[in-house]
């Protein structure tokens, strides 16, 4: 999940007017990621959009509406406290169902107890549970993908707080399903085929997943936050979303050594079903019924028209040559998002099969994985801070140094030998997590605030449908190169990241031509 699964202030999404206006807005600052959302009661929107630099007017706030952020970090915890387990137990029922191995020798697989037989198995038995987590990912990416089309505009015409409930729910009912499946598994002594733990993706998608929960809560936060202010809430929300990864992964390792996998699902789902029920009774609609009412009447409501729609948005020509700049950026964030899913769906068995890590092992690796960009995320607000105070570029300083960040800790990742290098890549990519919310806020400041939903729909889509790409060419190195260099898919990670490297720096020789028009963008 990744993180996902932005956008922000008064984002009703209206029908565009004919012609080519460019209606720019670029309040200052704002920022999202994997998780990017949070606060209070909608400012009411004029008829007009804003202009770089201008603020809108807030109303009284509800505490309520901070409950956002908690409610994303349960569920990024319930995420992150089964996903290493679900991997693990793909493998392990590939190895008794899928390929008839007996109970006994299977469960050795990824433990400490592992001889030179339960390793060349899993050298078998991998690219099957790679075809299996695939599949898995394609029916998650697919359906959200057509569904995050409309998400946009469905936050607007519906509300905010639907589509984030709908989210949850497929979360929810996609660990109650794989808690069944693995409770059936160890009953049979696992003679339960994995494939059966697609099925559990498909309520999840049904409801649209990561994409829908993203564009809502982006909704969401765009309705009640305005200003420079906007920025340092979106760190603060990817710091929160890090700590759910955190606090899921430090568990996740104690809590299945000492139980079972059924019982790492049940504590995922109840999990969300709580966060569900406590967000359906406190968690405020954002979103004014008049402002819904009149979204309403303006929008045609077919599809055709709602893609016709989106796609005018998101291609017509702006002032300042404002749609070269906004769809690089929307090219980085693709990229970032690209090399995430596809390094996930192979990381894990890279780590089992080069240094022989356990469930255990490895679960504590991604705690301080997720802690030290965490940290470094929360003193990324008085970073931007500090760079505001000396530099009009400090959003994309930010970014180019996240990128490098990323790539630096790729090669380490391909090139490690012992596995204390590994947690080496850890300090190299100290600032990864900075990227998506400073490019985003890039985004944000460059559009008016009735076109941002309908570009981070889009760019919820694209991510959506990345690890169809991603995961089948990822999986391919891997499974290509398992016998020779496992680690070889980090160089094409880090390659990737160099891309993404000189689109920021032309970002950049873009802006300094219109240095006046654009500090309030970048800085």
């Known amino acids: ?116 037989e339960t390793k060349r198995i899993e050298e078998l038995v991998q690219p099957y549970a790679a075809q299996v987590t695939l599949a898995m990912r394609i029916v998650e990416c697919f359906i959200p993908a057509f569904c995050g089309l409309f998400a946009g505009s469905w936050a607007d015409r519906y509300g905010r707080k639907p589509l984030l409930m709908g989210s949850f729910l497929g979360y929810g009912l996609q660990y109650l399903i794989s808690a069944v499946i693995s409770y059936c598994a160890i009953q049979t002594h696992g003679l339960v085929s994995p494939w059966w733990y697609v099925l559990s993706i498909v309520p999840l998608s049904c409801l649209g997943s990561s994409v829908t929960y993203s564009v809502a809560a982006v909704c969401f936060i765009s309705d009640v936050s305005e200003g420079r202010v906007r920025s340092y809430r979106l760190i603060a929300y990817e710091l929160a979303i890090y700590v759910g990864l955190l606090l899921g992964s430090f568990g996740s390792g104690y809590a299945y050594e000492d139980t079972d996998s059924y019982i790492v699902f049940s504590i995922s789902a109840v999990s969300i079903f709580a966060a569900l029920f406590l967000m359906t009774v406190l968690l405020p609609e954002s979103l004014p019924m008049r402002n819904r009412v009149q979204s309403t009447s303006s929008i045609d409501t077919s599809v055709f028209s709602l893609l016709k729609n989106l796609w005018r ?129 890039m985004i944000t400041n460059l559009l008016p605030a009735d076109e941002r939903g309908k570009i981070f729909a889009l760019l919820g889509v694209l991510q959506a449908l990345s690890p169809l790409i991603s995961s089948t060419l990822y999986v391919a190195i891997y499974t290509r190169t398992l016998d020779s260099d496992p680690g070889i898919f980090n160089v094409f990670s880090a390659f990737l ?20 028009y654009y500090e309030p963008v970048f800085k």
């Not at 965490?374 to 009009?392: D, I, P, Q, Y």
């Open 313 to 441: 948005t998101c291609t017509k020509p702006r002032e300042h040559k404002n749609r070269f700049i906004l769809l690089t950026i929307m090219v980085v964030l693709l990229l970032t998002a690209f090399v995430a899913d596809g390094s996930n769906s192979v990381f894990y068995k890279f780590m089992r099969i080069k240094f022989h890590w356990t469930v255990k092992q490895f679960t504590e690796y991604e705690t301080v994985s997720i802690l030290v960009p965490a940290v470094a995320g929360s003193g990324g607000v008085l970073f931007l801070w500090s760079l505001r105070m000396c530099t009009k570029s400090a959003v994309l300083w930010l970014a180019l140094v996240s990128l490098l960040s990323h790539c630096y800790s790729s090669l380490m990742k391909a090139f490690a030998l012992v596995s204390w290098q590994i947690y080496v890549a850890i300090g190299l990519g100290v600032f990864k997590s900075l990227v998506n919310p400073m490019c985003r806020t």
């Open 1 to 116: 999940m990744n993180e996902e699964p932005h956008a922000h202030e008064n984002l009703v999404a209206k029908a565009q007017k004919s012609g080519d206006e460019d209606l720019e807005a670029g309040s200052t600052s704002s920022e999202e990621s994997l998780g990017e959302r949070l606060k209070s009661v909608v400012p009411v929107i004029s008829g007009t959009t804003e202009l770089p630099g201008d603020n809108t007017a807030s109303g009284p706030q509800s505490l309520c509406i901070y409950l956002l952020e908690p409610f994303i970090l349960v569920l990024l915890f319930a995420y992150n406290f089964s996903s290493t387990v679900l991997k693990n137990e793909v493998i392990y029922q590939s190895c008794t169902a899928g390929f008839g191995y007996p109970d006994s020798v299977c469960q050795l697989l990824g433990t400490k107890n592992a001889t030179n």
């Open 497 to 516: 990241h160099g891309i993404a490297i000189i689109l920021v720096g032309i970002v950049w020789l873009r802006k300094s031509r219109n240095q006046v």
